[in-house]
């Protein structure tokens, strides 16, 4: 085995291997139903699948424009006013990315200088700390509340300094499912009203709400879209987050300082990939019913671990479910997590990993974003712990 001889300093000296990987290898070495990391285990729909062969026999093989094919930054624009109201400019403001993680990334390096702070709400999806502190800001954390994971407004203006240059907001929310409300909208644009605060809006679940929930992006308020980013991932609507290909919308000035950046990183996403997308999504019946299929399953989870010793609050949206275990262990999250991975053979995410200090709260994050079938093998599982 080859060793650097000398010390490296490190850049992110805190950060290991993600939860997620280790929960899945562990899943992988036990035989367990992974619960744990989020992707689909059910088919892609084939009409989708066969679009992208036959882009690619058609030979759109090469790079496509860095920003992204214009035919599917076009389709993005026509759904985004469809749903949203939001009008904006495929060519200006529209980005196609290697996925919701790089245009977070590379959104946060575009943007954050040293110094700066981003306003960031833990439980916070894992990739966000890390981005920051490697342009030089610096994550100010403001805590959700634990009864519902919902946003507590009056600590987020007690942190607001002439400092911040960004609040990052994640709805529907991963790992709680929890949602913005209307409500929220009003107290985002009064504390960004008359400064110059950026938004780096991390809606890469929009399609997925339940029981007649409404996704309250940024971009269906003005005043909020002419500051925000905001970002989406083809990934998690069509079930194919191994494609790795999402989108980021905003303002022309900002999107220049994006794609400064973006052309040094990936430089562009998969051609036949997008070409296929563009087809795809010119039928929106495709994007419309995805929160059909996963109200189904969350549905079924939900019922198949109605009679265990959980405690659970439906989520309200992502394929994300979490469960309290309060009434079953006192064992911190992380070791209860790989007790029922080696024991169960059921793997889950530990919440407290997405705190910057852990927290016990004693819940696990589920995902059901899976078949049927595994679905309630997992339910007979857990209704037996």
């Not at 993680?101 to 702070?117: R, V």
Request: aromatic share 10%; glycine share 4%.
């Amino acid at each position: 085995m080859l060793e650097y001889p000398n010390t490296i300093s490190s850049k992110l000296p805190k950060v290991g291997t993600t939860i997620f990987t280790v929960m899945s290898q562990l899943a992988k070495e036990n035989d367990a139903i992974n619960l744990s990391q989020g992707f689909p285990d059910f088919p892609v729909s084939q009409s989708l699948i066969d679009l992208v062969y036959k882009y690619m026999n058609l030979g759109f093989n090469q790079y496509p424009p860095m920003a992204g094919l214009l035919k599917l930054r076009e389709t993005i624009a026509e759904k985004i006013e469809r749903l949203y109201g939001c009008s904006y400019n495929p060519e200006e403001e529209i980005t196609i990315t290697a996925g919701g993680t790089q245009a977070l990334f590379t959104a946060i390096m575009a943007t954050i200088n040293e110094g700066d702070e981003v306003i960031v709400f833990t439980p916070a999806y894992d990739c966000y700390a890390p981005a920051i502190e490697l342009a030089g800001g610096k994550p100010v954390y403001v805590q959700l509340k634990s009864s519902d994971y919902s946003i507590d407004w009056k600590q987020v203006k007690k942190v607001v300094s002439r400092h911040t240059k960004m609040i990052l907001i994640n709805s529907p929310h991963n790992p709680s499912g929890a949602i913005l409300k209307s409500s929220d909208i009003q107290e985002l644009t009064g504390i960004t009203k008359d400064n110059d605060i950026i938004i780096l809006s991390d809606e890469v679940y929009e399609h997925i709400l339940f029981d007649g929930e409404e996704h309250h992006s940024l971009s269906r308020y003005p005043e909020l879209a002419k500051r925000a980013m905001i970002v989406y991932s083809f990934g998690k609507t069509f079930h194919v987050t191994g494609w790795k290909t999402g989108y980021i919308v905003g303002p022309s000035n900002l999107m220049v300082e994006f794609r400064k950046v973006h052309q040094f990183n990936v430089f562009t996403a998969n051609a036949p990939i997008q070409y296929a997308l563009a087809e795809y999504m010119s039928n929106p019946e495709n994007y419309m019913h995805v929160k059909d299929i996963y109200q189904e399953k969350r549905d079924i989870f939900l019922s198949a671990v109605k009679a265990s010793n959980f405690k659970l609050k439906p989520t309200k949206g992502t394929y994300f479910q979490l469960l309290d275990y309060s009434k079953i262990s006192n064992e911190e999250d992380t070791e209860l997590a790989k007790r029922l991975t080696i024991e169960h053979k059921i793997a889950s995410i530990p919440v407290s990993v997405f705190y910057h200090n852990p927290i016990q709260n004693n819940v696990l994050r589920f995902c059901f974003a899976k078949e049927t079938d595994t679905l309630k093998r997992a339910g007979d599982i857990l209704c037996n712990i």
